[in-house]
């Protein structure tokens, strides 16, 4: 049974940095691409990064590039998502997702979803 942990959440005003870590356990053909999503209140689950862990291909989305770095974790089976310049506008429910078939950005193409950790920018 796969699990995603999520973790690194918090509150942080705007122009700041916080560093997410998911944790999968379970599998690890079907965790081998991990990617992030987030959810802000009223919204569409949205696509932010992604990493095919073997091999270390990555996926952002244009909202993010240049400021969030998705990479594999010191830890075995992690994955971290460091972001930097955050605005306002990445306030959101960030989730964990993970695969073994290939990197995408649409949340139908992920089979194992974490809980989920809350992000918020002020302003």
């Known amino acids: 049974q796969v699990q995603l942990v999520e973790s690194g959440g918090g509150l942080v005003q705007a122009g700041g940095s916080l560093r997410l870590s998911c944790a999968a356990s379970?599998?690890?053909?079907?965790?081998?691409?991990m990617g992030w999503f987030r959810q802000a209140p009223g919204k569409e689950r949205e696509f932010v990064a992604a990493?095919?862990?073997?091999?270390?291909?990555?996926l952002y989305a244009d909202s993010v590039k240049g400021r969030f770095t998705i990479s594999r974790g010191n830890a075995k089976n992690t994955v971290d998502l460091q972001m930097n310049s955050l605005k306002p506008e990445d306030t959101a429910i960030y989730y964990c997702a993970a695969t073994g078939f290939a990197l995408a950005t649409t949340p139908r193409d992920y089979g194992y979803w974490g809980q989920g950790t809350q992000v918020t920018v002020s302003s």
């Open positions: 990493i095919r862990r073997s091999i270390g291909g990555t």
């Open positions: 379970g599998g690890t053909f079907s965790t081998d691409i």
